[in-house]
Every structure is written in structure tokens, then in C-alpha cells.
């Protein structure tokens, strides 16, 4: 089983930027489809975006859309999720999952198979 680490989180002031990072180590996962997902304490975990195996389709929730941008690079093992203007409703901590031996990506977290711990990220107003 692979283990993923998010890493890149942090404080940062309304309308500013981060980027998150989601490595990959184990068995590769160049050929599986990525998402990001978030969690607050008063609401389910929820998707971010998504990629699939090739990361040349990519889909986003309505709240992040031209705001956020996921990226995967298969030759590294890694997905990013670039944050731009953020707002402090993006609060949340942040997670990377797999969905190993498919082909298409979900939105649906209940389809993904690994998933990192998580990153806090805190957008402050």
C-alpha cells in the first residue's frame, strides 16, 4: 500500500496563496486517478478537485473553481493543489487520496483507497 504526505500548509491572509504538495511513496501511483478533499469540524469532508491517472482531465468544486489548480506529475510521484485568492472559507485541513486500479476520477471520497493525514491550512480575514 502506498502512504501519502501532504505538505504546504499553513497561515496565510485572505486573497494570498499556497501550494500544497501530496508525495507519494510505495508502490507508484503514476496510474491512478488524484483528488483533493477538505474537512472543517462543522462539515463533512468535502472534494476539492480531481484529476485522472494521466492528470489531463481535471474536474472542481463550484467554490474553488479559477481559484485552484491540481497538477500531477507521474515522473515525481507527486500532485499539487495550487491555492490562489484565498478566502478564509477555505479554511480546512486539507488531504490527498489515490483511487488505485481505476482509470477515471471521482468526486465521491467513499471511491478513494489511500489517503494521506493531512495538512491545516488557515486563512485568516
Known amino acids: 500500500q502506498a502512504e501519502l504526505v501532504e505538505s504546504g500548509g499553513g497561515l496565510v491572509q485572505s486573497g494570498g496563496s499556497l501550494k500544497l504538495t501530496c508525495t507519494a511513496s510505495g508502490p507508484t501511483l503514476g496510474r491512478s486517478p488524484m483528488g483533493w478533499f477538505r474537512r472543517t469540524p462543522d462539515k463533512d469532508r468535502e472534494v476539492v478537485a480531481v484529476?485522472?491517472?494521466?492528470?489531463?482531465?481535471?474536474w472542481y468544486a463550484d467554490s474553488v473553481r479559477g481559484r485552484f489548480t491540481i497538477l500531477k506529475d507521474n515522473d515525481q510521484n507527486m500532485v499539487y493543489l495550487q491555492m490562489n485568492s484565498l478566502k478564509p472559507a477555505d479554511t480546512a485541513v486539507y488531504y490527498c487520496?489515490?483511487?488505485?486500479?481505476?482509470?477515471?476520477?471521482?468526486?465521491?471520497?467513499?471511491?478513494?483507497?489511500?489517503w494521506g493525514p493531512g495538512t491545516q491550512v488557515t486563512v485568516s480575514s
Open positions: 487520496a489515490a483511487r488505485r486500479d481505476e482509470v477515471y476520477a471521482s468526486a465521491r471520497d467513499i471511491d478513494y483507497t489511500d
Open positions: 484529476t485522472n491517472w494521466r492528470g489531463d482531465t481535471t
